[in-house]
């Protein structure tokens, strides 16, 4: 039975954040941004789906332990994002723009080390309901 | 007695911070809420009027009508805003859940048509959490 099963998580964290490029005039940000260049920063109510794709271990019937997927996500995502100001209190976004893209990148990586390399990784962020982004593409 | 219904949602910041009190009660009262540089939530907003419906018009409202007061008085005040800084209805309160419901009702109460009363504002604050003010 040498089938690949993809298991996901879904997690929620709410943070607050704006879009701004320090390189730009204020008005070329107001134009680029819209409102979401907004000085006093907005939020989202972000939904996360962490994606792990492999074989079924024959000693467990498991991908992987979701328990164990739960608290790395607990750990090493949620602990850091949630209930947060991206672009202040996250060091990952001191240089880098805070949009739904890069955030999904940044939680790649973060969870890309944690998790056994035999094991295929996708991450997907919805932003809002009608947005959201997926990681790799 | 029929009832009408419309949706709304913005995206906006705030933190819970009781100015009076020190950080460490700030802490002890909302947790992670109180955090310093603000966090920031999708709201849903369910407004309902309710009242008897006009014969000429079929309607109870307007629905496109409500929509603009919605938008004018409440959405474009607050989405992509932050609650405790932005927000002119918000000055001097706690941006709690609570206080913006019964304020959006503020907001919403004295542009309604005489005919047509405010029946319920609904807030999400996330998917697990909501408040409902009815007027009393």
Redesign the interface.
């Given at each position: 039975m040498n089938k690949k099963v993809a298991v996901f998580r879904k997690e929620?964290f709410?943070?607050?954040?704006r879009l701004n490029n320090p390189n730009l005039s204020d008005m070329e940000n107001q134009m680029l941004f819209g409102?979401?260049n907004?000085p006093?920063?907005?939020?989202?109510?972000y939904d996360l789906t962490v994606k792990v794709t492999g074989y079924v271990d024959p000693k467990t019937g498991y991908v992987i332990d979701t328990k164990i997927l739960s608290n790395l996500i607990d750990e090493t995502i949620l602990e850091k994002f949630?209930?947060?100001?991206l672009n202040?209190?996250l060091v990952e976004f001191k240089d880098l723009n805070p949009t739904a893209e890069n955030i999904a990148m940044i939680i790649y990586n973060i969870l890309r080390e944690k998790i056994n390399a035999s094991l295929e990784l996708k991450i997907i962020l919805n932003e809002?309901?009608k947005n959201y982004v997926e990681y790799p593409a | 007695m029929i009832f009408l219904t419309r949706h709304e949602h913005f995206n906006a910041a705030h933190k819970l911070y009781n100015p009076g009190w020190s950080e460490e009660k700030n802490i002890e009262v909302f947790g992670k809420c109180a955090n310093a540089n603000w966090h920031g939530h999708n709201y849903n907003l369910i407004v309902t009027i309710k009242g008897e419906v006009n014969e000429d018009t079929g309607f109870l409202m307007d629905a496109k009508k409500l929509s603009a007061i919605l938008s004018e008085h409440v959405c474009e005040k607050i989405d992509h805003k932050n609650l405790n800084l932005d927000v002119d209805f918000m000055f001097g309160k706690l941006a709690s859940t609570e206080n913006l419901a019964l304020a959006i009702w503020e907001q919403i109460l004295p542009h309604l048509p005489y005919n047509v009363k405010l029946h319920c504002v609904k807030l999400y604050e996330t998917p697990s959490i909501c408040v409902e003010y009815f007027g009393n």
């Open positions: 929620r709410n943070a607050a954040h409102k979401c907004s006093n920063f907005h939020g989202h109510n949630d209930h947060r100001n202040l209190d809002t309901e | -």
